[in-house]
C-alpha cells in the first residue's frame, strides 16, 4: 500500500466538499433532518410507551446509529459516482494506483465525509433533546466500527454493480440500505420480525448491533460477545464485498466497459 | 524494439473488435493510429492501458508481457490524453495537476506543475475549475496530466479534436517540441491527417479490427498512388482489399 497514493485520491475528494459550500450544506442537511424527525418521534414515544419508559433517546440513538451506517455506505457510493459523472474513470483506473488502495481511498476518505454529515447532527441533539450517543460510553466505538464495515461493504457492492452494468445502477446506490433496513432491526427488537426473517435478519451485523444498543440504553449492561459477533460478521462481509469488487473490475477489463463510462 | 502487440484480438460478446493485429513500437518514434470510427483504435489503445483484457494475443514491453508487471509498476511508464476523457470537473487546474502528480509519484510536485504549466501556457486559469474551461484550455490541461510523469510512453486520442486552428497547431507544435527535448514513444490516434503527417514517424492503417496497411506517410501516399494523406486514407478506409 502506497499511502501517498491513498492520501491523493482521498483529497482529491476532499477539494471537492471544500470547493463547494452547497456540498457541504447538502452533507449536513439531511442527518440533521433525520436527528430533528427522530428526535420528536423519541420525544412522543418515551412519553407515550412503556416499553421505552426510562429510556429516553433510545430511538434516537438508534436514528443516530442508522444514519452513521447510511451516510458511511452512500458516501462511498457517491466518491465512485463522482468519478463517473466527471468522466474522469479513465484516467483514475491509468493511474499507477493498485485497486486495494483505491478501495482504501475511498474506505478513509468516506469516513470524514460521514462525519462532516453527522458531527453537527449529533451535536445539535444533545441541547435540544437531551440525547447524546456518547452515553452509549465505550462500546459506541465497537458499535461504530460494525457499522462502518457493513456500510463500506454495502458500498463495495452497489459499486461492483457500477462497474458491471455501469451508471444505469445508480439508482440501486439510493435504494441499497433501504432494502436491508426492515431485517435490521434498527427500531423494533428482533422478536417483532416473523420467524424465517429472524433467522435471515440474524445473518446481518445491523441486528446485534441494534439489539446491543438497546440492551446498554435499556438494561445499563454491556455483552461483548454480541459486540464481537457482529464486528465478525461485518468483517465476514466486508472480505466478501472486496472479492465481488475485484471480479467487478477483471469483468468491467473484459466487457471495456472501463474506457469511456461516463454519464 | 519497444512494445510489441502479437496478434492482438479483442471480441466483445460476439463483435469482432480488433482482429489478430501485429505492430510494433520502436523506442522515441511516433506511430500514428489511423481509421475510420469504430476501427478498432480505442480498443487497441484500452488494451495497452490495461483497461480492456485482450480476447487473445499479447502485449510486449521490452520483451515481457505486460501482464508480467504489477499495475502499478507499468503505469507509471504511461500515460494518456483524449478530449472525451476529461479531469474533474470541480476541481482548480492546480488541483488536478496536484492529484494525478501525486498519484503518479512525482519527486519535487510544486517544480514539476510549474515547469509544465509554463510550457502549456495555462498559468493564467490555474485557479479555475476545469469545467469552466473551454475547450483548448481543458485540452491543454489533459496533456499536461498526461506529461506529468514524463511518461516513456504516451498515448494520444485524437488530442486536437474539436479545436479551432491556432491552439490545434499550438498543441501539435507543443509535442514536437516535447518530443526533441525528451525520450517519449508515442501512439497518436487521430483523424486530421495533416496533424498524422507532421508528427508520425510511420503509421498503422485499421479498418473493422484489422491492419491493413503500414508504413511512412511518404510510402503510403506513393505506393497507393494518391497526392496527400488524406487522399490515401479515403482510399484505405472505403477499399474493401488488404495491402
Known amino acids: ?263 | 524494439m519497444f512494445i510489441e502487440i502479437k496478434n492482438l484480438s479483442k471480441i466483445y460478446n460476439k463483435y469482432l473488435a480488433v482482429d489478430k493485429i501485429n505492430f510494433h513500437l520502436e523506442k522515441n518514434k511516433t506511430i500514428g493510429l489511423l481509421g475510420p470510427n469504430g476501427c478498432g483504435k480505442t480498443t487497441t489503445i484500452g488494451m495497452m492501458l490495461g483497461l480492456v483484457t485482450p480476447s487473445s494475443g499479447e502485449i510486449l514491453i521490452e520483451n515481457k508481457n505486460l501482464n508480467s508487471f504489477g499495475r502499478d509498476e507499468i503505469l507509471k511508464r504511461f500515460n494518456f490524453a483524449s478530449p472525451y476523457v476529461e479531469l474533474p470537473k470541480k476541481l482548480t487546474v492546480r488541483q488536478n495537476l496536484e492529484i494525478y502528480g501525486r498519484l503518479y509519484g512525482i519527486k519535487d510536485l510544486k517544480k514539476r506543475i510549474n515547469e509544465i504549466s509554463n510550457d502549456l501556457e495555462i498559468k493564467e486559469f490555474f485557479e479555475r475549475k476545469t469545467g469552466e474551461l473551454s475547450s483548448g484550455q481543458k485540452n491543454r490541461v489533459s496533456l499536461a496530466k498526461s506529461l506529468i510523469n514524463k511518461p516513456e510512453i504516451l498515448l494520444l486520442d485524437e488530442p486536437t479534436a474539436s479545436l479551432d486552428p491556432d491552439i490545434g497547431d499550438f498543441i501539435r507544435s507543443y509535442i514536437q517540441e516535447y518530443k526533441s527535448k525528451n525520450k517519449v514513444t508515442v501512439l497518436l490516434a487521430s483523424h486530421n491527417m495533416n496533424e498524422v503527417e507532421r508528427l508520425c514517424d510511420s503509421i498503422i492503417m485499421m479498418r473493422r479490427g484489422k491492419i491493413i496497411d503500414k508504413g511512412t506517410c511518404n510510402n503510403l501516399i506513393e505506393k497507393h498512388g494518391r497526392n496527400n494523406l488524406e487522399e490515401t486514407f479515403l482510399k484505405l478506409a472505403r477499399s474493401k482489399d488488404e495491402f
Not at chain 1, 424527525?37 to 426510562?54: D, M, R, V
Not at chain 1, 439508482?171 to 426473517?197: E, K, Q, R
Open chain 1, 1 to 263: 500500500m502506497n499511502f501517498n497514493k491513498i492520501y491523493a485520491l482521498g483529497l482529491r475528494h476532499l477539494y471537492l466538499v471544500m470547493n463547494s459550500f452547497p456540498r457541504v450544506l447538502d452533507l449536513i442537511y439531511w442527518p440533521t433532518v433525520q436527528i430533528f424527525l427522530w428526535g420528536f418521534i423519541s420525544k412522543f414515544f418515551t412519553l407515550n410507551s412503556e416499553y421505552y419508559n426510562n429510556t429516553v433517546g433510545v430511538i434516537l440513538t438508534a436514528a443516530i446509529l442508522y444514519d452513521f451506517l447510511f451516510r458511511a455506505s452512500i458516501s462511498f457510493n457517491m466518491m465512485f459516482l463522482e468519478e463517473i459523472w466527471s468522466r474522469n474513470f479513465t484516467n483514475l483506473f491509468i493511474a499507477p494506483i493498485k485497486i486495494r488502495e483505491i478501495i482504501a481511498a475511498l474506505t478513509l476518505t468516506a469516513i470524514i465525509r460521514t462525519l462532516i454529515g453527522l458531527v453537527p447532527a449529533v451535536i445539535i441533539a444533545i441541547p435540544l433533546f437531551g440525547v447524546s450517543v456518547l452515553h452509549l460510553g465505550l462500546p459506541l466505538i465497537f458499535l461504530l466500527i460494525g457499522l462502518y464495515l457493513f456500510g463500506i461493504t454495502l458500498g463495495l457492492l452497489v459499486t461492483s454493480g457500477l462497474l458491471r452494468y455501469g451508471p444505469s445502477f445508480e439508482n440501486i446506490a439510493w435504494a441499497s440500505l433501504f432494502f436491508l433496513a426492515p431485517l435490521g432491526c434498527i427500531y423494533y427488537p428482533i422478536d417483532i420480525l416473523p420467524d424465517f426473517l429472524q433467522i435471515i435478519a440474524k445473518g446481518l451485523p445491523l441486528v446485534h448491533i441494534f439489539e446491543e444498543m438497546r440492551n446498554i440504553l435499556i438494561n445499563n449492561s454491556v455483552n461483548y460477545f454480541n459486540i464481537f459477533k457482529s464486528i465478525s460478521i461485518s468483517v465476514v462481509y466486508f472480505i466478501f464485498g472486496v472479492i465481488v469488487f475485484y471480479f467487478s473490475y477483471f469483468g468491467a477489463k473484459k466487457r471495456g466497459t472501463l474506457i469511456n463510462m461516463g454519464e
